[in-house]
């Protein structure tokens, strides 16, 4: 069984060896596949990653959580009287990834059709974490990656560039906007909101990262709501979840998100999914998980949202 990434991007034309113009869609690539569908070579890079995150956390002692019971996508009912993470080591929070990735969770407005910003502090803080990202072997190996499919610069301040104009350029998440309102990470780690509160199926946009789902769980804002039944985990100690949840009261039916990864990890693997992966679906295994990430361009952003 896979579980399912949808990455998407925002219109903006980006002038580096990746180009798109507005509103453009990617023509397919060929790309090899294995034996059971899966992009071999996605597959591959996938691996190397997973085995260099030297900052990943471990289940049972640097996090823990409670899984409690299963959901369906439809249901209404909470099935978790509990918060899902029971704890996560304050330490593990402090190495400078984790830091540098948690200094820019506040930086964003919740609500769509509302103006983004980026302040000087900002912007500062967002290179503070390309930097960090770029000293670890995950995002060494990502580049030297991509750089040999020709897809980005071999030199490591062009490539930072390149990401910061992929992850934090602000674009119209919607046509029926004429202001910024969103950007690749606010999309995928830090999530959005569109409508009132309580509304319908698509409330909540994006939020696919663990560290914001428990720094907000702490704090009161999230509600976990179960498991999906269809989509059981394997138990405490899986690394890989597919839940329903609250957001400020905002329903999330269906989201898959990884559990203690780091955010070096995530940012490395979708952004080689986003820069090589074919436009529609790409079946991989990351770890020992088998997902598929569905990659639709339509400029030169990322956004992710999974289901």
């Known amino acids: 069984m896979y579980s399912t990434v949808l990455l998407r991007s925002g219109p903006y034309t980006e002038r580096t060896s990746c180009h798109f113009r507005t509103d453009s869609i990617r023509t397919p690539l060929p790309v090899a596949q294995s034996s059971t569908g899966m992009n071999a070579e996605l597959t591959s890079i996938s691996s190397r990653l997973w085995s260099l995150d030297e900052n990943r956390l471990e289940p049972g002692t640097d996090y823990a959580i409670n899984l409690q019971h299963g959901t369906k996508r439809y249901w209404k009912r909470d099935e978790a009287r509990e918060p899902l993470f029971t704890y996560v080591s304050p330490k593990s929070l402090q190495k400078p990834t984790y830091k540098t990735f948690i200094a820019l969770l506040d930086n964003y407005e919740k609500e769509t059709n ?18 960090a990202i770029m000293e670890t072997k995950v995002m060494k190996e990502a580049h030297s990656f991509l750089v040999s499919k020709g897809k980005t610069d071999s030199n490591v301040s062009k490539f930072k560039e390149h990401l910061y104009r992929i992850w934090f350029r602000l674009y119209r998440r919607t046509r029926d906007t004429s202001v910024p309102d969103s ?22 946009l ?8 428990y720094l907000q769980e702490k704090v009161g804002n999230v509600d976990y709501r179960g498991y999906l039944m269809n989509k059981e985990p394997e138990g405490p100690h899986s690394r890989f ?5 609250a957001w400020k009261r905002e329903i ?17 693997l ?5 820069l090589l992966g074919n436009h529609g679906d790409n079946h991989m295994q990351v770890g020992p998980y088998k997902v598929n990430i569905k990659c639709f361009h339509h400029g030169g952003n990322v956004g992710d949202r999974k289901s």
């Open 270 to 274: 979708y952004t080689i999914v986003y």
């Open 252 to 268: 999330k039916p269906e989201g898959s998100t990884f559990i203690g990864t780091s955010p070096e990890f995530e940012v490395a």
């Open 114 to 131: 509302v103006q983004e910003t980026v302040t000087e502090v900002e912007e500062r803080e967002n290179r503070a974490f390309l930097d």
């Open 206 to 213: 994006g939020f696919h990262n663990w560290i914001q789902f």
């Open 241 to 245: 979840l597919t839940i329903q949840f």
């Open 183 to 204: 950007s690749g990470f606010e999309h995928v780690f830090v999530g959005e909101t569109r409508g009132g509160a309580g509304g319908g199926r698509n409330s909540v």
